[in-house]
């Protein structure tokens, strides 16, 4: 973070006193005598709570800004890096959107998979396995206790089944058929 030191979190951290930051009157610091004195009722550990809640209050204003802040590209360099690739931002942006679609579909496809009477428990939990897990087909023959030749046959059907309604939501939402080839 650029000029650490400068910033409200920093202040208030290497301050004994709670250090208020305002865009307007700058920074302003509540002593815990100035604390003590605007009610007698307070005490040395209410100013050392509220101190505490400002400290995590600035870091977490902190951490969040400087997120964003790593996070933001300056047009120019966005510029530089559309300008080396081999697609243009059109097709970028048009990628993203297969992709929300795509996304939209898987989520309604295995929904709707999970919830199809044709499919037995096993097929589901052995697609899952598969395509969630990422397991290859001999280690599930193995977890289940079957063989090879079983395990495959089961979630083939049961993958045969997931991508008609993959397909079938994807057609209906409008893409485009030749991107499922």
Known sequence: MKNYQKTAYAANKYSEDIVYNSEVSGDTAITLESFLKSDPTLTEADFKFWKNWSDSNYEEEST???????????????????????????????????????????????ETFMSDKRLSEKMKRRFILRYEKGMKYEDIAEHEGVSRKNATKSITAALSIFKSYFVKKYLDMGGNPENLI
């Open 64 to 110: 969040i800004a400087n997120r964003v802040t790593k996070n933001n590209v300056s047009l120019s360099r966005l510029d530089e890096a559309v300008s080396g690739a081999s697609i243009t931002l059109e097709e970028m942006l048009e990628n993203a959107e297969e992709d929300d679609m795509i996304e939209e579909c898987y989520s309604f496809a295995i």
